[in-house]
């Protein structure tokens, strides 16, 4: 196996209204909250997206070597229209990206469990709905992480 490549990543949770954004440590041993983004669903093929320039400047700013997008599988195990919709959305981010890697990972019950710890913590209300998409992209990356790392022991 090849050893866990050090460096940071962004991870990033993409819904219909808000972009959530996370970034781990360069050793990748733990993601925190960066940022959520208004989502442009401006279909311009000359104009890159709004959300999409925004995380490019937070990838050069932090140095990332990778970036995570969650992939919305169903319970089940399938890709529907939402899995459809954010596979092309991280393809059209690694265009803009290149060379910067663009992964997609399994992101089931990602937003779930990050309102859940939310609450958890008292965070209630507008104050939830203001961070739970950076909470999410926090369970996306450190999800994706931790698979590395066991992938590399």
């Known amino acids: ?11 990033v949770d993409v819904g219909r209204a808000r972009v959530g954004v996370a970034a781990c440590d360069p050793d990748g041993i733990l993601a925190s909250p960066v940022a959520t983004l208004a989502r442009d669903r401006a279909d311009e093929p000359d104009r890159a997206p709004s959300d999409m320039v925004e995380i490019g400047r937070l990838a050069a700013e932090y140095g990332a070597i990778a970036v995570v997008v969650g992939l919305p599988v169903t319970l089940a195990g399938t890709h529907g229209q939402a899995a459809d919709e954010v596979g092309a959305y991280a393809r059209r981010l690694a265009t803009l990206l290149a060379p910067i890697e663009v992964h997609l990972s399994d992101e089931r019950m990602s937003t779930v469990v990050a309102t859940r710890r939310l609450a958890e913590r008292g965070v209630r209300g507008k104050r939830r709905r203001a961070v739970v998409d950076q909470a999410a992209a926090v369970e996306i990356l450190q999800g994706w992480l931790d698979s590395q790392r066991r992938r590399t022991r």
Do not use: D, K, P, Y
Not at 1 to 11: D, K, Q
């Open 1 to 11: 196996m090849s050893a866990f490549v050090r460096g940071v990543r962004l991870g």
